[in-house]
């Protein structure tokens, strides 16, 4: 079955760049999506279709894509941006997979 | 505002079945897919399955078939995700999420339920 696969966590100190990878062999032909989860609350859409944002997502957030990885951005971390980030996209059948999660620290 | 209402906490025993409900609001309830997302504790998300709720076509992921069926009601806007065969494994929270018209993205998310199996 397809994968992706994320570092299980990043650490950065407050106003550093932050950046998360999700690799995945269907990545050169799907959308890679991102998604926030702060503890205990519903996920949240930050990236989608690659690198676009949408609405009321900090512009410190960003993503690209470069063949089989796609890349989260997070410039100048805040301490509110600490929280559990998911790549998302998937299949050849259209079937969702998310990556396993990255536990992103900024302290 | 645009949201999803899910129904509240659940427990069961191993071997038996479990109804989830979503109730949307705030938009057009047949022109968005309906996902479902499961977090096992202290786990990472799983997608399980989708449902168009304007013709009521599905599909999962492979891991649930054959337990799992969603389904939908048009006339109070409501999805349900019903899983069977339960097992201590299926303890989670499970998430009913709304498909973006125009991409893969979900971007309203129910608030979650809790579904405990235990003997």
């Known amino acids: 079955s397809y994968e992706l696969t994320q570092p299980p966590s990043v650490s950065v100190s407050p106003g550093q760049t932050a950046r998360i990878t999700c690799s995945g062999d269907?990545?050169?032909?799907?959308?890679a999506y991102w998604y926030q989860q702060r503890s205990g609350q519903a996920p949240v859409l930050v990236i989608y279709?690659?690198?676009k944002r949408p609405s009321g997502i900090p512009e410190r957030f960003s993503a690209s894509t470069s063949g089989t990885m796609a890349t989260l951005t997070i410039s100048g971390a805040q301490v509110e941006d600490e929280a559990d980030y998911y790549c998302?996209?998937?299949?050849?059948?259209?079937?969702?997979?998310f990556g396993g999660g990255t536990k992103l620290t900024v302290l | 505002q645009v949201q999803l209402v899910q129904s509240g906490a659940e427990v069961r025993e191993p071997g038996a079945s479990v109804k989830v409900s979503c109730k949307a609001s705030?938009?057009?309830?047949?022109?968005?897919?309906i996902h479902w997302v499961r977090q096992a504790p202290g786990q990472g998300l799983e997608w399980m399955g989708w449902?168009?709720?304007?013709?009521?076509?599905?599909d999962y992921a492979q891991k649930f078939q054959g337990r799992i069926t969603l389904t939908r009601n048009t006339s109070i806007t409501t999805a349900y995700m019903d899983l069977s065969r339960l097992r201590s494994e299926d303890t989670a929270v499970y998430y009913c999420?709304?498909?973006?018209?125009?991409?893969?993205?979900?971007?309203?998310w129910g608030q979650g339920t809790m579904v405990t199996v235990s003997s």
């Open positions: 999420a709304r498909g973006n018209e125009d991409d893969d993205a979900f971007d309203i």
């Open positions: 705030g938009y057009t309830f047949s022109s968005n897919e």
């Open positions: 449902m168009n709720p304007n013709s009521g076509k599905t």
């Open positions: 269907a990545l050169p032909r799907k959308f």
């Open positions: 279709e690659d690198n």
């Open positions: 998302y996209s998937t299949d050849s059948n259209h079937r969702g997979v």
